[in-house]
């Protein structure tokens, strides 16, 4: 159980067996794509349950999880592949529309969906549906992003209010007597991303790539494992501290309340269209603006600094004045109260 | 006399080991020798203290043997060693002296900080005394020790005194070995010592007496940071709840208790029931904070911490209470003492200390009246001690600093004692106890670390006989805390020249203290069941090994099956143990929420004992009526709802019920205001079922069942807390009588030894934070001891967390020698 959740033990997953068994320089820095010259390469797989909920179902997640994948690579998303195992049985109108939100899905993020593939396993296998997305993106822009290029000082951004996605899947399974209004956050962030990229200064690398590191370090979908697991990898990565204060960390009323009520802390919910940008100091303005100036990120805030002590460590400050130390969750949380 | 050597003259080479240095030995051993006419030397080392002496058999015979019996009061003496070695004779004419100091091996243990004497009082007392109203006066009985020491051997230059030059006649007193200041390192004098100062909220100094200036600015209701011997302390008037109302809010601690401090013990008698244990306790050189009943005119209304508007002013209200209403604005000389309500707010009890450095003496006096004096710190952070970051960080919650210029090197906090009736509960083992070595049961192999749990957490190391309990360091989920825990290991470390190959740690993936272990490199990990170690640390601090009956009880720690346990009786001995029986689990809706919200798990609780309908009209539920049904929904989704047999959260559950809390700001808030409202009087018990399983299954839905009825009834809620306890008693017993005698003819579970049940094992140990429930451990202690059971109960290390790390380990020692 604890493998899959987004935190240490993934990592501990992918370190002693993926990575062990393919190391190459492309893999080595377990980004959330590969970049090689001009081209950026992806893959993801999506099984949610359920598949249909409030503002999307695992069709346009496996569409914009995969172009997001990409955009965080700096990549313009262009082709898709997807392959589909299905449950036996599993009925023809889901899948139906599945495919129309996944059209819908590659259409606004001005993708093609180009190859694909079909299996369909026995009854009881699969809940019902798992989808693999492929991607391929082009970068026209020779800024290098990197989880291992954060500098003390820089400022880190978070696009949106966060735990949207993550919170609304938890209510949709239908088991919380629960009527509050959340949708799903999914949405393709490359324009976002687009646009944020030229706001801080266009390209900064040399145009054959030179590992030359623009004004915005790193950008980041936070997923699995949500913000928090985000900033650790980043604070690990770079070996710096990354210092959150909480009263600026947006949260909508209503995930704030489903939080409150199911005890999680919502810097570890999943949100499907939420990214964290970390930013040098002096750019931090024109990315918030940028941000701020596209419908997705209307409610962009700068969440926190990075810092060079505690290297590795992710420190949240309460409004009580504490600092509270946001770690990487091993599996599920459980109390740690005596 | 001539050159020539006596008949029947021999000469002994003696080392004396344990807490020898800085308590006054060497001129101990001195003044014996003399009065024994016997030559030679004494002196201190890495390793404590060496003699030689030379003289007639019988007398050196008679020396050894008084040399253990009239110690002084602060020495420990672990080990004495003796061998002949040859005599000198003649060469050794020059009488009796003292050896200076040699550096050595490093194992040299370091004595706790030390209460001013009685002796030092009085100089601080006399005006026509040189120390007169000496803020620092100290002797070899006396004043800092642990708190100032950077290294060993304890010696003047290894201390924070070392920038401090003696004065001439100070010189004089440290040199004569016939003075109480032989050797004392901090000794010191207006004219060469520290000196206070006060300053104002911004750090910049303020005019004037500093003491009486610091005064002033308390009987003015401000707050004033008290440089101590551990760290900082903030300290306000008790009697003003004004200020003690705005150091709540400047401190974000909402409603836990504080200590206060009174001059001596009879101005703690006008507020607490001070018998002769308490006044032991009080007066002891360790100066613990001893938590005493308060004596009943002082007893506050206790407010049921309810959503507002909600609240029934009928079941809340203290007999008392009515009486004393209006007595707050009485101030004659006849009227006793009254402690502001906001000092330990719906307490009937009250946490009392004796001044223990001159400031604190001086400062008494000074205000004539008690004052609160508490952690300098935000919320859980451990305890500033550093003079800089006192500045920056209490600079927005004090008005005045009284300060001085001696550097304090580690923190201590201060420690706690609970007295339930004549029983000693230690809660926090810190300053005046810390850094102690408490005796392992059997020495360990290799030096082990412990890393000790996550909240109230400390670290242990061991080397030999020896464990080192750290002073209580604080909830690791803080980073200053955790930083505060890795400098203390690596000082730990070097003090006490132990490099760890084990280490020990617990079970749960996500405290901070596993995770820390973890990464460790090059040691051997050792995994210690959380409830495992409590009953270690209760069996280790008896000095026993098992195997027991343990009984663990407290709030969640992480079980072997991957569910919270916390209601747990296991077979155990210091190296494994069985689960041999358990409270029935129940889900904790929403996790960590549930711990805050003590009304979730009496949704849980409820749910469990009525299969989801609990009966209309109880008043928890009505209370949180809008909330109910969501929270019973996450319950039952399972969604961060782990499992957990926590007897912890079923106090937490009663009380809620009880409508004494539904939300708590502090750990074991709901539990003991549970405690404190029980009806004594009351011998009524709750049945509960123990069912013949293994592991055995203790039933708390007939309690819960039971307390519903009650309620229903309109039975007080001091009654129902107290049938709850005699109940929880009855259960426990018949559970331990099972586990030794076995289910009889009950089904065939007797004959299993794997399960621990029938195992014929006549000891029980009580340990985790749920013993600390003075209530609870005496009746039940007592049940157990007339069922023929012997009792261990926690001596010297808490039953909470703070003892987890020395129960890890006894673990580790035991599986060091066990293995190999
Ligand atoms: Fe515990
Ligand atoms: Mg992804
Ligand atoms: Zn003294
Ligand atoms: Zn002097």
């Known amino acids: 159980l604890a493998h899959g959740a987004g935190g240490k033990a993934t990592h501990t997953l992918i370190e002693a067996v993926f990575l062990e068994a393919f190391r190459n320089p492309l893999l080595e820095p377990l980004g959330d794509g590969a970049v090689t010259g001009t081209l950026a390469l992806t893959t993801d797989a999506y099984v949610v349950r359920p598949l249909f909920f409030p503002g999307g179902d695992i069709g346009d997640l496996a569409v914009n999880g995969t172009v997001n994948d990409l955009a965080m690579c700096g990549a313009t998303p262009r082709y898709l592949s997807a392959g589909f195992i299905l449950e036996e049985g599993f009925p023809i109108a889901d899948l139906r529309r599945i495919t129309a939100s996944m059209a819908a899905a590659a259409r606004a993020a001005g993708v093609w969906i180009v190859t694909g593939d079909t299996k369909v396993v026995e009854n009881g296998k699969a809940d019902g549906c798992y989808i693999t997305t492929a991607g391929v993106g082009t970068l026209d822009r020779g800024a290098t992003l990197s989880a291992a290029s954060v500098t003390p000082g820089d400022a880190v951004i978070v696009s949106g209010p966060i735990g949207e996605h993550g919170m609304t899947i938890m209510l949709a399974r239908g088991e919380l007597d629960l009527e509050a209004h959340l949708t799903s956050d999914t949405a393709p962030l490359h324009d976002l991303t687009a646009r944020l990229l030229s706001a801080c200064g266009g390209p900064t690398g040399g145009p054959t790539g030179g590992p030359i590191s623009g004004a915005v370090r790193c950008l980041r979908d936070a997923t699995r494992g949500g913000v928090a697991t985000v900033l650790n990898e980043l604070a690990t990565a770079s070996q710096v501290s990354i210092v959150l204060d909480e009263n600026t960390i947006p949260i909508r009323p209503d995930v704030r309340g489903a939080c409150e009520l199911l005890g999680i802390d919502p810097l ?8 964290i940008a970390v930013v040098a100091a002096g750019h931090a303005d024109a990315a918030l603006d940028a941000l701020r100036a596209h419908p997705l990120g209307a409610d962009a805030a700068i969440i926190g600094r990075a810092g060079d002590d505690p290297p590795g460590l992710v420190l949240l400050k309460t409004s009580f004045g504490g600092t509270r130390i946001v770690d990487l969750l091993v599996g599920d949380p459980l109390p740690r109260i005596c | 006399t001539g050159p020539v050597a006596r008949a029947g003259t021999a000469r002994v080479r003696i080392r004396v080991e344990g807490i020898v240095q800085g308590v006054g030995f060497r001129p101990y051993v001195h003044a014996l020798a003399r009065r024994l006419a016997l030559s030679g030397w004494v002196g201190n080392d890495g390793q404590g203290v060496f003699i030689e002496a030379e003289g007639p058999v019988e007398d050196l015979a008679r020396f050894q043997r008084e040399l253990p019996g009239q110690a002084p009061p602060l020495a420990v003496i672990d080990r004495i060693s003796a061998m002949e070695i040859p005599a000198l004779g003649a060469r050794d004419d020059r009488g009796f002296g003292i050896a200076g100091s040699r550096d050595g091996g490093r194992a040299t243990l370091i004595s706790p900080d030390v209460a001013t004497c009685a002796d030092c009082l009085a100089e601080l007392l006399d005006p026509a005394c040189r120390r007169y109203r000496h803020p620092f006066v100290n002797c070899t009985n006396c004043g800092p020790r642990f708190t100032i020491v950077r290294d060993v051997p304890y010696d003047r230059r290894t201390t924070t005194m070392a920038s401090f030059p003696m004065c001439d006649a100070c010189a004089a007193e440290y040199r004569d070995p016939c003075d109480r200041r032989f050797h004392a390192q901090p000794v010191c004098c207006p004219d060469c010592g520290p000196a206070l100062l006060l300053l104002d909220g911004r750090g910049r100094p303020k005019e004037g007496d500093p003491i009486r200036e610091a005064g002033a600015v308390l009987r003015s209701g401000g707050v004033v940071a008290v440089k101590g011997l551990g760290g900082y302390h903030l300290a306000v008037d008790a009697t003003r709840a004004a200020a003690v109302q705005a150091l709540r809010a400047r401190k974000g601690r909402e409603d836990k208790p504080f200590a206060v401090v009174v001059a001596d013990v009879a101005a703690a008698r006008e507020l607490c029931v001070v018998g002769p244990v308490a006044e032991r306790l009080l007066t002891a050189p360790a100066r613990p904070i001893v938590v005493l009943p308060r004596r009943a005119a002082g007893i506050a209304a206790p407010a049921v911490a309810v959503d507002p508007g909600t609240a029934d002013p009928g079941t809340a209200a203290h007999p008392t209470t009515a009486k004393h209403a209006d007595a707050e604005t009485a101030g004659g000389m006849d009227t006793p003492v009254r402690i502001a309500d906001a000092v330990a707010p719906g307490e009937n009890r009250l946490g009392i200390m004796l001044p223990y450095t001159p400031v604190h003496h001086l400062l008494a006096r000074e205000l004539a009246r008690p004052y609160v004096l508490t952690s300098g710190n ?9 003079d800089g970051e006192a500045v920056d960080r ?25 007295l339930a009736g004549d029983r000693e509960i230690p809660v926090r083992r810190s300053r005046g106890f810390a850094p102690r070595p408490l005796r392992l049961p059997r ?18 190391l061991a080397k030999g006989e020896h464990a080192f309990l750290s002073p209580h360091v604080g909830d690791l989920e803080n980073y200053e805390t955790l930083r505060a825990f890795t400098d203390g290991i690596a000082h730990f470390r070097r003090l006490f020249d132990v490099a760890p190959q084990v280490v020990a740690y617990d079970t749960h993936p996500e405290y901070l203290s596993t995770k820390y272990a973890l990464d460790l490199p090059g040691v051997d990990l050792v995994a210690v069941q959380h409830h495992h170690a409590h009953i270690a640390s209760c069996l280790a601090d008896a000095g026993e090994e098992g195997p027991v009956i343990g009984v663990a009880f407290d709030g969640t720690g992480y079980g072997a099956d991957g569910t919270l346990w916390g209601g747990e009786v296991l077979v155990a001995d210091l190296a494994g143990f069985t689960r041999a029986a358990h409270l029935a689990a129940v889900p904790m809706p929403g996790g960590a929420a549930a711990v805050r919200q003590p009304w979730r798990m009496a949704v849980a609780h409820l749910d469990a004992a009525f299969d989801g309908a609990p009966p209309e009209g109880l008043a928890v539920r009505a209370r949180n009526a809008s909330q109910w049904d969501r929270v019973s929904a996450v319950a039952r989704s399972g969604v961060n709802s782990p499992l957990t047999s926590s007897v912890g959260r079923l106090f937490d559950a009663v009380a809620a019920m009880c409508g004494f809390r539904d939300r708590v700001t502090f750990e074991g808030q709901a539990a003991v205001a549970l ?15 123990v069912e013949s399983a293994a592991p055995l299954l203790v039933r708390g839905d007939d309690l819960i069942r039971a307390v519903a009825a009650d309620l229903l009834d309109g039975v007080d809620p001091g009654v129902v807390s107290a049938r709850f306890h005699n109940g929880l008693v009855g259960a426990t017993v018949a559970a331990c009588v099972l586990v030794r005698d076995g289910a009889g003819t009950e089904s065939g ?6 399960s621990g049940i029938g195992s014929g094992i006549g000891t029980v140990a009580l340990s985790g934070g749920v013993f600390q429930n003075g209530l609870l451990l005496g009746r039940l202690a007592g049940a157990l001891e007339e069922r023929g059971f012997r009792v261990l109960t926690h001596r010297r290390v808490p039953p909470n967390d703070g003892g987890i790390s020395f129960g890890q380990a006894a673990v580790a020692a035991a599986r060091d020698t066990a293995d190999r």
């Open chain 1, 268 to 275: 570890y919910v999943a949100c499907e269209g939420r990214m």
């Open chain 2, 378 to 386: 935000i919320s859980d952070e451990p305890i500033v001690y550093r």
């Open chain 2, 394 to 418: 209490l600079g927005g919650l004090v008005d005045a600093f009284l300060v001085h210029d001696r550097e304090i090197h580690a923190r201590a906090e201060d420690s706690v004692v609970v």
């Open chain 2, 443 to 460: 020495p360990v192999r290799r030096a082990v670390l412990a890393c000790g749990a996550e909240l109230k957490s400390t670290f242990c």
């Open chain 2, 675 to 689: 405690e404190q409202r029980a009806d004594l009087a009351e011998e009524g018990a709750y049945p509960v079922r």
């Open chain 2, 749 to 754: 579970i007797g004959g299993e030894t794997s």
